[in-house]
């Protein structure tokens, strides 16, 4: 009903909202055309469109900053991750969910305290306790850092998920003779997928875009992830914001191309994941 | 569907683990749904050790002088009476909580003033709500970095003031102290303001139309309906969003951290900052702890108020 009329006021709001975006996305124009401009051009006119197209940025700060090694980096880390998160995570929600024991109410509830839990408070025990083990510098200490902090909010969605779900198959499959396992994950989590889609797109997030940890554990490295390569790289070249901002292009255009082929997913993602 | 889940935990009640080693009849019969507790156990001990394990410790370092190698001892308050005293600390929290207390406020508000917008009949709703949403998902650093670069003195920003005749607000945008601690929250907004309004569309599309309907059959105008209709159905995202914004706030560290360090003195200080410093730097760990802990705290506190008053809410509604 409220959809149907374009009347005067609703073609006032569009003007006023086309307004407004082209107001926000002018920063990201900015970021745009600042990378494609030659140094002079950009003390001189940073707002225009450049006169050519100075891609040399591009093939400068591909190399000064090694994104490439750095992009790789980042997605071993954040597909490792969310390997991790969706396998633990679906089976250890199940078993909370499903199991009988009171046991497993008070462990629900200690995973959930940790969605409260700021990072803050057990970081230097946590860094020593790497470093203890050898594994800073590593893949390893940031997959297992993510996957344990990521652990509640995945259990939280799982679990509001497939308590809304009949147990009636898994049921019926126990009786043929599955094992628990073989119920999970032949009956049990295809039936997850929604689910599974909103964690990944959450998660994938949250590890892709995450920047203190992996500076602390593997910052300076070969294995420092994207932001932390840009961080350094800024560090380094000051206010060659040229070179800087072809470096930040290559940083988000991985996920602005996901972004735009999936953004019906993405966004359904977000708004049903918050929603838990 | 209540009814089949508790039918089939009654059927397992008892079971769990060791309950495979059972295998008369009778205990087969009621093993059919159990689920063992190991499906739990390798997300526990993760958890356990990323989590559970530092964060207790964590706490505990907050009570002692320890500054890394072996030696540490109690020292009981000590390390919270010198957090209120010490200029830095305290900058540090009274810009957290202003950046949590202004920042919820503007970004609730703006995030639903722009899902009111894009949830009307407007053509291009779907392509500004793409183009609005984006930079929530893009890296802080990255955000950090590009605006830093936008609020150099003399720069874009400046520039952008000077043609619209607006060139006496130029401003040392990061490095004026009265100025700084918003010109970071200004970036926070516009990084995170999507997602509110992705949450306040979730809930206006979840309105159904025949409240409206019955509204407006009742005679109500344009803003009884909303203060009727949208402003209690809208109660529930309202709850989400605030949550999701203060809780990120109370931790800022990213953006700060990139643009101004804190500075220009402790101008735009914040917790999770300091307690980088004093832990990560300058080797302060119980010191470090100490406002960690506060930090703990404070979202404690918040998430307690909250539920308080969102159950209240409910009883009400």
């Known amino acids: 009903m409220r959809r149907s009329a374009y009347s005067a006021r609703t073609g006032l709001t569009e003007l006023v909202m086309i307004t407004a975006a082209v107001a926000f996305v002018f920063p990201v124009y900015i970021l745009v055309n600042i990378s494609l401009k030659n140094p002079s051009e950009i003390s001189e006119t940073p707002i225009g469109l450049p006169s050519t197209l100075y891609t040399d940025n591009y093939n400068r700060a591909w190399e000064a900053a090694s994104l490439g090694q750095a992009l790789i980096n980042s997605t071993v880390i954040t597909t490792l991750s969310l390997l991790l998160l969706v396998i633990l995570g679906s089976m250890a929600a199940y078993g909370l969910v499903r199991g009988t024991r009171r046991i497993n109410g008070i462990l629900l509830m200690l995973f959930l305290l940790g969605i409260m839990i700021p990072l803050q408070l057990g970081m230097v025990p946590l860094y020593e306790f790497m470093r203890d083990l050898g594994l800073l510098q590593t893949y390893t200490s940031l997959i297992v850092f993510h996957t344990g902090t990521l652990l509640p909010v995945t259990i939280f969605l799982y679990s509001g998920f497939i308590r809304a779900q009949s147990a009636s198959y898994e049921e019926a499959a126990r009786m043929d003779g599955a094992s628990s396992m073989q119920a999970f994950w032949k009956i049990v989590f295809p039936l997850l997928r929604p689910i599974t889609g909103t964690v990944i797109i959450i998660n994938a997030i949250h590890v892709w875009n995450d920047f203190l940890t992996p500076l602390l554990y593997l910052g300076g490295s070969q294995f420092q992830t994207l932001p932390v390569a840009i961080f350094a790289f800024q560090g380094e070249y000051a206010t060659s914001w040229g070179l800087i901002f072809a470096g930040l292009v290559v940083a988000i255009l991985p996920i602005l191309i996901i972004y735009f082929l999936l953004q019906k997913y993405i966004i359904q993602g977000f708004a049903s994941g918050v929603k838990g | ?317």
């Open chain 2, 1 to 317: 569907m209540t009814a089949t889940v508790s039918s089939g935990t009654a059927a397992a009640r008892g079971a769990g683990f060791g309950l495979r080693r059972g295998n008369s009849a009778g205990g087969r019969r009621r093993r059919v749904t159990a689920v063992s507790l190991w499906f739990v156990v390798p997300a526990l001990v993760i958890y356990g050790l990323v989590v559970i394990y530092p964060s207790i410790s964590g706490a505990v370092y907050a009570f002692t002088d320890w500054r890394g190698g072996s030696s540490a001892s109690f020292v009981g308050l000590r390390n919270f009476r010198e957090l209120l005293s010490d200029p830095k600390t305290a900058g540090a929290l009274r810009n957290t909580m202003l950046l949590t207390v202004v920042g919820t406020v503007v970004q609730t508000v703006l995030g639903l003033l722009l899902a009111l917008a894009l949830n009307s009949a407007i053509k291009s709703r779907n392509l500004l709500r793409t183009l609005f949403f984006a930079p929530a998902l893009l890296p802080p650093v990255v955000i950090a970095v590009l605006w830093q670069y936008l609020y150099t003195p003399g720069g874009v920003i400046d520039r952008v003031l000077d043609t619209f005749g607006l060139g006496a607000l130029s401003q040392n945008w990061l490095g004026n102290s009265s100025v700084a601690l918003w010109s970071v929250l200004a970036v926070i907004v516009w990084q995170n303001v999507g997602l509110t309004m992705v949450i306040y569309l979730a809930g206006l599309q979840g309105i159904p139309d025949e409240l409206y309907e019955a509204a407006s059959i009742d005679g109500a105008g344009t803003m009884a309906s909303f203060w009727n209709v949208t402003r209690p159905m809208l109660a529930p995202a309202t709850t989400i969003a605030v949550a999701l914004i203060m809780i990120s706030n109370l931790k800022l560290f990213d953006q700060v951290f990139v643009m101004t360090g804190g500075g220009p003195g402790y101008a735009t200080e914040t917790l999770s900052l300091v307690m980088y410093k004093e832990a990560f730097v300058l080797g302060h760990y119980g010191y470090g702890a100490a406002v960690a802990l506060v930090l703990t705290m404070l979202v404690a506190a918040l998430v307690f108020v909250q539920v308080t008053i969102t159950r209240r809410f409910e009883v009400e509604q």
